[in-house]
C-alpha cells in the first residue's frame, strides 16, 4: 500500500501563509516539547508553544490568531535555540502577530494590551524617529486596557509614583528626541502600510 | 592607542537607561575605544515593529546599518541588547533573502561583535586589569546577561548561548566575587513589563530569589531593558510577593567605571531606582 504524503499544496492557505512569511519549516516539528519546557511564559498562555504548532499544521486559525499568547511570547528566543528541527517559534510568532492584523480577527485580539503596546511604540517612532519613552508608556498604559478601570483601579497612582523619580533622576525627557530625517521614516512606515488602529 | 568605532546608543539610552550609555561612552574612552555616535540614528524598531510587519523591522533597522556602512569604520558597538538583536536580523535578512529587500544596499559590510564580547576580546582583560585602579573586593556578584545579546545564536554569532562566561571574566577581572548561577539567560520580560506587569515581576522576582539564594548581593546587567525590569519596580515586586527585596543593579559598565576610577560613577549610580551606593559604601567600595 501506497503511504500518503502531504505537500505544502495540500495545506490551508493560512498554513502556508506562515510557513512562507516566518520562512519556518513548523511542518518538521514532532511535538517533543522542548519548546514549552522551557519557555518562560507558559503560566500566562492559553495555548501552549507546542499546541500553537500543531494547530498551525492542522489549519485551526480562528483558534491562534485570537489566541492570547501569541501575544505573550516575549521573542525571548529560547525555544527557538533548543528546538531539534530548528524551528525559529519567535519567528512564527511574529508571522501569527502580522496574519492576526492583516485579516478579520484584527477585531478579535487575544491580549489587546501588548497589541496596543507595539501600536503606540511605532506611532512615536512613526512620528519622531526615534522612541519618546515617556509618552509611549503613557498612551499604552492608558489605551492597553478600558480606561475608566485604569482610573476607578488606581494603575494611574502607580505609573504617577513610577514617573515622578524617573523623570527627577533623568530617565524621562520632557520632550522627544527626534531625528533630523523623519521624512525617511515616514516613507518606511508609508511603504509598510503601517498606522492601523486596534 | 586610540581605535574609533562605529555607536549606536538606542532610544533607551537617551532615557530610561541613560546611565548605560553615559558609563559605557566613559569607559570605552578611557580604555582606548573612542565610540563615534552614528549621525541622525534612528529606531531600531524594538519588539514592536517585527510584531507588525516583518519588512518594516528590517528595512527600519537596516538605515542605521546603512548610516554604519557610510561611516567607513569598521566596528559597531550596540550597548542595548534588544537594538543590537535587532540589528543583527536586519544584517542576517539582507545576508539570507537579499532579493526581498531590493530597495536597500547593505552587504555584511560593518562587524558588530555583541558588547560583552568586545569589551572581552577586542579591549582585552588585560587592559582593563591594568587600568584596575581599586580592587571591587568582596562584592559578590551574578552575571544576568538576559536574552538577546545571545540569542538567536543563528543570528548574534553567540558560541555559549546557554551558559555564557564572558561578562564572569571581566567582572572578575575588577576583582569581584562572580558567583555562578543558572538563569544567566533567563528572561525579564522585556516589554511586557509594560502591557502586561504582572508577568514581568513573576520573571523577576523568579531572578532576585534565584542571586539571592546563590550568595549575590548584587546583579550585574548588560541590557537596559533587564536594567529597567530588574531595578525600577523592585519596591512593587516586593509588595506583591511579600519580600523585601532591595538588591542593586548595575550596568557591567558602570562596576568597570568605579574600579578604573571613573569620576562621574556617583552621578549614574544617582539614577537608579534601586539604592547602589549604600551597598558600595559597605564594602568600602566607594
Redesign the interface.
Known sequence: MKADTYKLKDFSSFTKDIIN?S?EKINNCYQCRKCTAGC??T??MDILPHQIIKYIQLGFEEKVLTSKTIW?C?????C??RCPNEI?L?AMM??L??RA?ATQYRNRIG?K???????E??SS?KSN???Y??MM?AK??MR?GHFLTYLLRGDWI?DIK?FI??LL?????MLP?R???RK??KK??K??A?GRKV | MNTKVSYYPGCSLRGTGREYGESAEAVFKSLGTELVELPDWSCCGASSAHSENKGLAVEIAARNLILAKESGLKDMVIPCSACFQRTKVAEYELKENPQAYPDISYNSEVNIPDIVSFVHNKIGIEAIKKNVIKKLTGLKVVSYYGCLISRHPKITGAGNFENPTEMDTILEALGTEVIDWGYKTDCCGGSLAISQAEIMQKLVGNLYDKALEAGAECIAVCCPLCHANLDMYQKEISKRFKKNYNTPIFYFTELIGLAIGEKDIIKWLKRHLTDPIKLLKEKNLL
Not at chain 1, 74 to 78: D, L, S
Not at chain 1, 113 to 119: A, E, L, P, Y
Open positions: 512569511v520562512g518562560p511564559i503560566f500566562a505573550l516575549a521573542a525571548c528566543e529560547t527557538g535555540t525559529d519567535a511574529d508571522a502577530r502580522q492584523l491580549e494590551g501588548t497589541s496596543v503596546f507595539h501600536q511604540f511605532l517612532v524617529g526615534r522612541v519613552e515617556a508608556m499604552s498604559r492597553s502607580a513610577l523619580p524617573m533622576k533623568g530617565k524621562m525627557g528626541h531625528i533630523r530625517n525617511e521614516i518606511l512606515f511603504k509598510f503601517i
